[in-house]
């Protein structure tokens, strides 16, 4: 039987990555991602701020991202999301410049701060160029790509152009970008023979102990309809805003249509001979737009 639970939903995937007792998974996704992009891996992380079932049972739909530490002092976001707007890359920029501002208490050294890297999952894609699922962006010279500070890393993996087949999985972010696009589908007793000896086989029992407990399965449909309202509202927002610009173009188009018939009857008046002054009185345009148009007329 399938698990049927999602792990972008919030609440979900801070269970599985944020709380202390699954922080083995957090540090395997996080490796992951730096085996992918050829970094060194990260021996051991801190969570700055652990994830707690019963504390956040009243809390409003939150931002989904999980904030750790290494132990050599590097700070690490590793975040959900499922809605993706044309602003999404300027967001995620910002939340690493706050993130890598915060390292910094006032009037302490800049030689202090340390690495700062966000990763982003999605699960819409980003108005980025690349074709790719997975990007790694850093900070380069143009045209030598000379690194400008070595602090800056954005990963960002989008989970709609993960086109991977279960029995093409091979790499550890594969596997976990495979888990959180199919991981509602999955069930453990018949997991694929491919995940069997990786953390992801704890991460689908983690689900599945999830839907065994009524308060978290509570908080889980909670939240995935809100999640689903929110989606719902944007949509009728945008469908919305189309019928506006409907409505506002007919309407500029009527008011085009006139000025033109307009300028059609004041032009095929001066060709009649009738002057200005006569032309301003039945017409009610103005005397110098008339004469713009007469103008123009001779210059044709």
Not at 105 to 130: G, N, Q, V
Not at 147 to 156: L, M, N, Y
Not at 232 to 240: C, G, I, P, R, V
Request: charged residues 30%; glycine residues 4%; aromatic residues 10%.
């Amino acid at each position: 039987m399938q698990i049927g639970i999602d792990p972008a939903i919030d609440c979900v995937f801070k269970w599985l990555f944020g709380s202390e007792k699954n922080k083995d998974l957090l540090l395997d996704i996080i490796n992951a991602v730096m085996s992918e992009s050829g970094e060194q891996q990260v021996v051991a992380v801190e969570l700055l701020s652990p994830y707690n079932l019963k504390t956040s049972l009243q809390d409003k739909l939150s931002v989904v991202d999980v904030r750790a530490k290494s132990e050599n002092g590097e700070w690490y976001i590793l975040e959900m999301q499922i809605e993706v707007q044309s602003y999404f890359p300027k967001r995620l920029l910002y939340y690493w410049a706050k993130m890598y501002q915060a390292q910094l208490k006032e009037s302490e050294r800049y030689d202090l701060l340390k690495k700062a890297t966000l990763i982003c999952i999605t699960k819409e894609p980003m108005p980025l160029s690349s074709r790719k699922y997975y990007n790694h962006f850093q900070i380069w010279e143009k045209s030598e790509q000379i690194p400008f500070c070595e602090d800056f890393h954005i990963h960002t993996i989008e989970l709609p152009k993960f086109l991977v087949s279960v029995e093409e999985v091979a790499t550890p972010l594969e596997y976990w970008s495979y888990f959180l696009k199919h991981g509602k589908e999955l069930e453990i007793e018949t997991l694929p023979s491919v995940f069997e000896h990786t953390p992801v086989r704890k991460a689908v029992e983690e689900l599945k102990m999830f839907t065994q407990d009524e308060i978290a399965r509570g908080l889980y449909e909670s939240r995935f309809k809100a999640a689903m309202d929110e989606r719902s509202k944007l949509h009728d927002k945008y469908l919305t805003g189309l019928q506006e610009g409907e409505q506002i173009g007919i309407q500029k188009g009527r008011q085009e249509g006139e000025q033109i018939s307009i300028q059609k009857t004041v032009v095929n008046a001066l060709k009649s001979g009738l002057d200005v002054e006569t032309i301003h009185k039945i017409t009610g345009v103005s005397k110098e737009e008339i004469r713009k148009l007469q103008r123009e007329a001779k210059d044709r």
